[in-house]
């Protein structure tokens, strides 16, 4: 039987597939919940892991993920509204391990995202005839307002729904700041009139869909119509959104980014704000990055000890690992998010009985290094997949980045 922070995941009887989430808290249980078609919903206090397993037939990674993810959403749920515990998981796209079954193949795969957070600034310095420098003309102050209450806190809060919330009452506050509404005029008209007056709403209507119509109308429609109005209300029969359902989850996101990028311009606008936005393109990111991961290796130990920033490949830990080909991944990286990918028959990994480590060597260099706590066996396992990705993280930019 495979074992994960020594629960049993995979046994060849009752366990084919199922996910592994890293928990965003501790908490006290140890107990297995039951849930529909068959899964279970395992909790060991003991464990930093959450894990569902079953005897799904699905053999589409991706589908499962999000079967997988639903079922523990509603086993949490259950959980918290019968009073045993209110817990959250985290990472969840980012940091997980599934497996499944292919014909008569076990597959197990683990993915792992790390972020390269990178920053750029400028600073223009002019040169007059005589040698003297200046830093240019003076930068207007803002305007403080209360809107930027809003703002800030749309950027500090690790829920997505909260911060398009917060979003989006900063910038209704801008835009009546702009374009006051009438007496007794409906919200609808009073937002489609101010966002005619405000001009700089072109500037994005390339980000919002059908791409031929008009961008007061697409704005209206895809972030007021279909997001804000349904986050903000829930009833029985009528569309909502609901907090971390994937799809959901995805379309709010989108409508966060282009939402922000409004506010942003109102705020330059009204309230003269300066934010520095330099950033590290994602094609400049790729030529950093794309060459170097095509040319290295997975590293596996069973080694325990704490991860450092400094280790090397000549410390034992990794000159004891067991090591195998890995290359960059045209088909899973997208702009902004690179991946390497590898497998390996377990059969074929030497000396290393229990995974504790894994990490990825690039050319002769130690370029990541990853834990699993309390270790992966890898018993009933016909194939072992890596897929680790490398996300290039701007500083500069707003949040986008919320937990589950």
């Known amino acids: 039987m495979a074992q994960l922070s020594n629960n049993t995941i995979i046994n060849k009887d009752k366990y084919q597939a199922g996910i592994a989430f890293n928990l965003s808290v501790k908490h006290e249980l140890n107990d297995i919940l039951r849930l529909q078609n068959g899964w279970e919903l395992v909790l060991d206090s003991n464990s930093q892991y959450i894990i569902v397993r079953g005897n799904s037939t ?17 086993g949490l749920d259950l959980l918290s ?17 599934i497996w499944w079954k292919d014909k008569n193949k076990q597959i197990l795969r683990i993915v792992r995202v790390s972020d390269f957070t990178m920053g750029s600034s400028t600073e223009i310095t002019i040169i007059d005839s005589n040698g003297n420098k200046s830093k240019g003309n003076k ?11 809003y703002y800030r806190l749309s950027q500090i809060t690790d829920d997505l729904f909260d911060s398009f919330r917060n979003m989006y009452l900063s910038f209704e506050l801008l835009l009546s700041l702009q374009t006051v509404r009438r007496r007794g005029e409906k919200e609808g008209d009073w937002l489609k009139r101010a966002l005619n007056e405000f001009k700089q709403l072109q500037q994005i209507s390339h980000l919002l869909k059908p791409l031929n119509a008009n961008v007061v109308d697409k704005f209206y429609k895809q972030i007021y119509v279909d997001v804000r109005c349904c986050l903000f209300h829930a009833k029985e029969g009528k569309r909502r959104l609901l907090p971390q359902n994937l799809d959901d989850r995805k379309k709010v996101g989108e ?7 409004v506010v942003l311009m109102l705020a330059s606008k009204l309230l003269h704000t300066n934010r520095e936005n330099s950033v590290i393109t994602n094609i400049g990111f790729s030529h950093m990055i794309d060459n170097a991961l095509n040319d290295s290796k997975i590293l596996l130990s069973n080694s325990d000890k704490a991860l450092s920033m400094v280790e090397t490949l000549s410390d034992s830990i990794h000159k004891e690992s067991f090591s195998f080909r890995s290359s960059f991944s045209k088909n899973l990286s997208i702009p902004g998010l690179r991946f390497v990918s590898a497998s390996i028959d377990p059969s074929k990994i030497m000396n290393v009985d229990t995974i504790n480590r894994f990490a990825l060597q690039i050319e002769e260099e130690l370029f990541s290094v990853h834990q699993i706590s309390k270790g992966l066996t890898l018993e009933n396992i016909d194939e072992l997949q890596f897929k680790l ?13 919320f937990k589950y």
Do not use: W
Not at 68 to 73: D, K, L, V
Not at 139 to 149: A, G, N, Q, W
């Open 81 to 97: 509204i019968n009073g045993k515990g209110d817990i959250s998981i985290q990472d969840v796209v980012d940091d997980y391990t």
């Open 255 to 261: 409508s966060l980014d282009i939402l922000t990028q």
């Open 139 to 149: 930068v207007t102050p803002t305007k403080y307002h209360e809107s930027l209450r």
């Open 58 to 74: 699905e053999t589409d990674p991706e589908a499962l993920f999000n079967e997988c993810y639903e079922m523990i959403q509603r």
């Open 389 to 401: 990705g490398y996300r290039l993280d701007n500083k500069n930019l707003p949040k986008r980045r």
